[in-house]
Each structure stands twice: as structure tokens, then as C-alpha cells.
């Protein structure tokens, strides 16, 4: 069972466009990672958030957890093709990262 | 330095048959963890190693089997091959299964 529900699943725009990708669960979340993975590739690391209302910066995407901490957001600043990839939310059991769980994925193309 | 690296990349089986999936963690690292992802999903949990013990074990049937070596490599067995086994299999290793985890570009395993 999926814990984590990520939205949306798919999405397509323009290179220059602006995206916010969700991440959601209705249990506390003591630390949440957020990972990209390109086709044929596995995930790699983009950012953790641990405290709640948490606001993370990496170049253009911008990482936000809920001060709840039930959620979290990943915002890209006008794409680029290089942003293609699956973006996926994952949580540690037992506030480690001991058995990763993972959301489906929101699967982004970023068109030239 | 080298990453996680898995072999084979890719792989054809028939149902019934037994494969063995391969993972040399980063040097140092002395944990390994296996995930199955299927088209369209995240990354299922399947086995954690660390120090070549058990330390976790998701919900997968008693065909698959897993086992970490002196070196810290680590071998995934899955026996009686069944069409839904079809997925990438991804390697993680990490210092010790507590901290950030580094993936392997995946197995993709086919099974016919």
C-alpha cells in the first residue's frame, strides 16, 4: 500500500514554464526526501526536509514541507528538457532512511 | 570513485525459472538495500542488509532471498519466476542503512 499520494501523475509543458508537483499523506512524516530518476536510471537524491514549514532551495526548484508535515511540494522555476524525470516523495521508517517508502511518481516532460 | 553498480542491466527469463541479481555497494559502505519498481510505480521495499544481516524485509513472497557477502556486496534471488515479477530492480547502498541512500541504475528483468 502506497502511504504517500503524489500528484499530479503526469505532466507536459513548455520549456520556460513555470510547475509545482505534490506529495501528500494523512500520517505525520518525520522526514521526507524527494528524489528525480531519468529512463533507465535510479533515483537520485535532490533534497530532505525534516522540520516542519521547512523551505529548501536547489537552483531553480524549491522544496516546501507542510508545517504539519503531512505534505510537501517541489516547485521548478521556468523548465528546462534537462528537468524530464520522474520526481519521486519518499519517507524513512522510524524517522531513518531504514525501508524507504515511495509515492508513484509525478512524471514530468519538459518540451524544447 | 565508482557508484553502485548492478549487474546484469538487463535480463530475459522464462516463467519458472530462478534468477540471481547482482549489487557492489560504494566502497565503505556497508549496507545494502533491494527495491522492485513496476511501470508506473515507485520503488517497492524488498530487503535490507547491513553488516550481512537481515535488518528488514517488506512484503514479498518467500521466493525471493537475498544475501550480503564479507565484502558487502550483495546477491537478490528470486526462484519460480512468475510474469508479475517483471520490473527494475534497484540496489541502494548507504554507511549504515540509517543514512542517505545511493541507488544503482537498476536491473530490468523480463520475464516471458
Known amino acids: 500500500t502506497q502511504l504517500l499520494e503524489q500528484s499530479p501523475q503526469f505532466l507536459s509543458i513548455q520549456e520556460g514554464e513555470n510547475l509545482t508537483v505534490y506529495c501528500n499523506s494523512s500520517s505525520v512524516f518525520s522526514s521526507l526526501q524527494w528524489y528525480r530518476q531519468e529512463p533507465g536510471e535510479g533515483p537520485v537524491l535532490l533534497v530532505t526536509?525534516?522540520?516542519?514549514?521547512e523551505v529548501k532551495k536547489l537552483k531553480r526548484l524549491t522544496f516546501q514541507f507542510g508545517d504539519a508535515r503531512k505534505d510537501s511540494s517541489l516547485h521548478i522555476t521556468a523548465a528546462q528538457p534537462g528537468d524530464t524525470g520522474l520526481y519521486l516523495c519518499a519517507r524513512g521508517g522510524g524517522g531513518s532512511n531504514y525501508k524507504l517508502t515511495f509515492g508513484k511518481g509525478t512524471l514530468l516532460t519538459v518540451n524544447p | 570513485d565508482a557508484g553502485v553498480t548492478q549487474s546484469p542491466t538487463h535480463l530475459i527469463k522464462t516463467r519458472g525459472q530462478q534468477v540471481t541479481l547482482r549489487c557492489s555497494p560504494i566502497s565503505g559502505h556497508k549496507s545494502v538495500s533491494w527495491y522492485q519498481q513496476v511501470l508506473g510505480q515507485g520503488p517497492q521495499f524488498i530487503f535490507q542488509?547491513?553488516?550481512?544481516?537481515?535488518?528488514g524485509r517488506g512484503n514479498f513472497p518467500d521466493r525471493f532471498s537475498a544475501r550480503q557477502f564479507p565484502n558487502y556486496s550483495s546477491e537478490l534471488n528470486v526462484n519460480a519466476l512468475l510474469l508479475g515479477d517483471s520490473a527494475l530492480y534497484l540496489c541502494?547502498?548507504?554507511?549504515?542503512?540509517?543514512?542517505?541512500?545511493?541507488f544503482g541504475q537498476g536491473t530490468r528483468l523480463t520475464v516471458v
Open positions: 541502494a547502498s548507504s554507511l549504515t542503512g540509517r543514512t542517505e541512500a545511493f
Open positions: 542488509y547491513y553488516e550481512k544481516e537481515e535488518r
Open positions: 526536509v525534516v522540520t516542519g514549514g
